[in-house]
């Protein structure tokens, strides 16, 4: 890719995480084409949106165990009653975090049905108003019209569309606007002081947001996000890929042109025992966002570093490591295998490179939303030989649950 396509491919926040075009490559898996055919244009994620029982507690734990930076909130300080919103960055990812204040605010509503989870994932488009008109062209509906909406920094131009549950993409064009984050929200930084020796960050980007959707239901959303966003088919995962003894699922990967912006979507297939898409969508109460894929160009430390801070990862057998099918199928990798066996992580090669990843349990109450971690090398995959031993660990810790 050219430097000037690159100058208009990055994101002020890339630019500004000091990211470049061949990190970005390397960390999410970009490939490369023509956004003058896409219909419904993304250009990156813009945040991740949660509704959590305690934002200000876990405004804190995404800084101490995630590494993320506070750089902005809203409040009943800056004029808003009925909720506190959060904004953590880490490289070019925003999470933010909201919780109910006033008994009446519907967040808390959202919150008894759901648990902690995802309610937005926002994304940055050129044309709101474009995307809008082509998503409602393809039936889909339209939450908010688009509109503008301005402080001393600006204006961003913004509307916001229904996708699977209860859960939304707000397309907000920034390009107007230099604030922290959005109109409403100032700058805010925390007393918060990273252990010494502590990376400047865990991750770098946001790889993928997995949606869990209901029995039957995930062709439907495939194609919504075909029709209704230009989205293409990247992988798909389907019988024996994905079943262990007792549990089964289906999976497809849709993505924005250039990869940058990959929804994968599961739903459960029947088999003896419950799935673990069955516990989300009991816990859950609807379908939603059952993981965030988060890239680091160290898993290693990323790992050290959170488990240090406490954060639980699934475990991995031994028998995993010493698989000598396994060891030939992999090949080299930039680590020893004794260092990813050490702490659990996990491996998959595929035709264009490999991949490292791992897990962590749920990070809330509920069996519900958790994240991963991945570093890229080459492969545009998702992890799929390493399918079968990840839910057989997903499935000793729901036996513990007692909900298998
Ligand atoms: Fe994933």
């Known amino acids: 890719m050219s430097t000037a396509d690159s100058t208009r491919t990055l994101t002020p926040e890339e630019r500004a995480a000091e990211l470049d075009i061949d990190q970005l490559k390397q960390l999410v898996g970009l490939v490369e084409y023509d956004e003058s055919k896409d219909p419904f244009p993304v250009t990156a994620m813009d945040a991740v949106v949660f509704v959590v029982g305690n934002a200000t507690q876990a405004a ?12 902005a909130y809203a409040g009943p300080e800056t004029g ?30 959202h919150h008894r049905q759901h648990g902690d989870g995802v309610v937005d994932l926002a994304l940055e488009v050129r044309d709101v108003d474009a995307c809008v008109a082509h998503a409602r062209s393809q039936g889909a ?46 700058a805010r930084q925390s007393g918060y002081v990273k252990r010494d020796g502590a990376p400047k960050r865990l991750f770098q980007a946001i790889d993928h947001c997995v949606g869990n959707v209901e ?9 919504w996000y075909r029709k209704v966003m230009g989205f293409v088919n990247m992988a798909e995962f389907v019988g024996d890929d994905i079943a262990t003894e007792y549990s089964a699922l289906m999976s497809k990967v849709v993505a924005n042109g250039n990869h940058r912006v990959k929804f994968p979507l599961n739903e459960p297939a029947v088999a003896k025992k419950k799935s673990q898409i069955d516990e989300y969508l009991e816990f859950y109460g609807s379908p939603g966002c059952q993981h965030i894929a988060l890239a680091t160009n160290d898993i290693l430390r990323s790992v050290d570093q959170m488990r240090a801070e406490g954060v639980e990862f699934l475990d991995t057998p031994d028998a995993y490591y010493d698989d000598p099918e396994l060891r030939e199928r992999i090949g080299k990798v930039r680590v020893p295998i ?18 490292l990843q791992i897990f962590t349990k749920p990070i809330g109450d509920r069996p519900t939303v958790f994240y991963e971690l991945i570093e890229r090398h080459g492969s545009l995959g998702f992890g799929k030989g390493n399918f079968k031993a990840l839910f057989e660990s997903i499935e000793r810790e729901q036996e513990r649950r007692g909900n298998l």
């Open 60 to 71: 804190h734990f995404y800084q101490s165990a995630f590494g993320m930076e506070l750089i």
């Open 338 to 355: 004794e260092e990813l066996k050490k702490r659990g992580v996990l491996v998959d090669r595929d035709e264009d490179g490999y991949l």
């Open 215 to 223: 029995l039957g239901k995930m062709d439907y959303w495939v194609n």
């Open 141 to 186: 509906t339209v939450i908010e019209e688009p509109h503008d909406v301005s402080d001393d920094h600006g204006t961003v131009r913004t509307a916001a569309i229904a996708t699977y549950g209860e859960t939304r993409h707000t397309l907000i064009d920034r390009s107007g606007y230099t604030g922290p984050y959005l109109p409403g929200y100032v």
């Open 80 to 109: 808003v009653r009925d909720h506190k919103a959060f904004v953590l960055r880490s490289g070019s990812a925003r999470f933010v975090l909201k919780g109910g204040v006033t008994p009446e605010s519907p967040l808390l509503d």
